[in-house]
């Protein structure tokens, strides 16, 4: 049987390291009598002998985050050993190795997999949490590999001046930045009936990177995610939407 697919492009690829890219939109985990942590339905593949256990929120007091703020991880975790697949909807994944010097804020729309040694927690976005009732990040912290996506390929912007970011457009960022939320200049009766789209922006300050997809998030209601859709644009969107 011939076919282009026997290429070398599209066969699995092997890698020393426990996380790597099958291709840009596909994540390989090789798990040793191991765990790791993923978003839900994110499993495409797996060889070996692996276990798929459902996970909650982690710990109650994540689990009322959730429920109030709409922001959290649905997870599962992965135990055994053996080659995983994992992939969201064709979105481009990207691989961290959190060294401990600095946390990653993350949109949790765009978590795909972590190791469980990192720890995670729902935040609060700085002074952004006085208007719409809060808005909230999953912020990663410790050592360890962490994956996210994006739609498309994304900007890394670094923060060497003030800079501001669409709310359903931004991704992650340094958990070290300093964040403010900013009206897009409106007069206040001009989002009464109707918007631009353009209402809010997320502000940032400091010393780090803010990282930016092509595309913007579904809303809370406004569609399926496969997922959480996170909570800077889902809170906003009761106030611009």
Known sequence: M???LFSQEFLERTSPESFALQNSKMLKVRL???TVMARQGSMVAFQGDVRFDYQSA???GKVIKKAVTGEGLDVMSCTGSGDVF?????ADVHVFDLDGSDGLSVNGANVLAFEPQLKWDIKMIG?????????FNTVFTGTGKLAITTKGTPVVLQVDAPTFVDTDAVVAWSASLQTSLRSGGFKPGALIGRTSGEAFQLGFAGQGFVIVQPSENVRAGGGSGGGAT???GGMLGRLGG
């Open 127 to 135: 002074s952004a949490g006085m208007l719409g009732g809060g808005l």
């Open 58 to 60: 982690g710990g109650i």
């Open 86 to 90: 994992f992939a969201d909807n064709a």
């Open 32 to 34: 040793q009598a191991a």
């Open 230 to 232: 996170g909570g800077i």
């Open 2 to 4: 011939r076919s282009q």
